[in-house]
C-alpha cells in the first residue's frame, strides 16, 4: 500500500502533480526515466530512495480508475 509520504516536506503527490500541470508524463512510452531525472535534478537534494519511492508511486494507478478515466476523456463533450 502506498502512503503519500512527505519528502523534503513536501508530499509524493505534490512532486507527481508538479510534473504532470507541467506537461510531463509518467508511462512507460514517455519514459519513467525522464521523470526521474526531472526529480533528481530539483534544488532538494532527492536521495535515490527517494526518487524511486516517489517514481514508484507516480507508475503504480489503479487499473479500473485508469480504464474509466481514459473512457471518460474520450467521450465527446460537444
Known sequence: MFENKVIKGIHTSRYIMSYIRAGGKISKRAGYSEFE???GSLPLSLTDEEIDYISS???NGKLELEIDAKKFLADDKS
Do not use: E, P
Request: aromatic share 16%.
Open 37 to 39: 531525472d526531472w526529480l
Open 57 to 59: 508511486m507516480g507508475r
